[in-house]
């Protein structure tokens, strides 16, 4: 099995920074998009930023020059430099990555993190 762990989330003042982590772990033969997503209270879900395996980057609109999402390969780990915070950042992230799981045949399918929570206070 395949298994995302994310940290990192916590409580900060407006114009703070935070950094967050997502490991994935299990029978994995490679990774292709990784991504961080939130949902704040009442809001549907929405991505942030997304990587490809060679490092191409996208962003939304709301964070681009704030956040910076890099990626490790060989940890297979993905994180996400959150600077510049503001309140409307306030929401659980999500990291998601497409996984190709070791297997004859391997398989190919979209995986998600438990959620950490980020909360900006004004």
């Known amino acids: 099995q395949v298994q995302l762990v994310e940290s990192g989330g916590g409580l900060v003042q407006t114009g703070g920074s935070l950094r967050l982590s997502c490991a994935a772990s299990?029978?994995?033969?490679?990774?292709?998009?990784m991504g961080w997503y939130r949902q704040a209270p009442g809001k549907q879900r929405e991505l942030v930023a997304a990587?490809?395996?060679?490092?191409?980057?996208n962003y939304a609109d709301s964070v681009k020059g704030r956040f910076t999402i890099s990626r490790d390969n060989a940890k297979n780990t993905v994180y996400l430099q959150m600077n510049s915070l503001k309140p409307e950042d306030t929401a659980v992230y999500y990291c998601?990555?497409?996984?190709?799981?070791?297997?004859?045949?391997?398989?190919?399918?979209?995986?998600w993190g438990q959620g950490t929570q980020v909360l900006v206070s004004s």
């Open positions: 998601a990555a497409v996984i190709v799981v070791a297997g004859t045949p391997p398989s190919v399918s979209d995986y």
């Open positions: 299990g029978s994995i033969s490679s990774i292709n998009a």
């Open positions: 990587i490809t395996s060679g490092g191409s980057t």
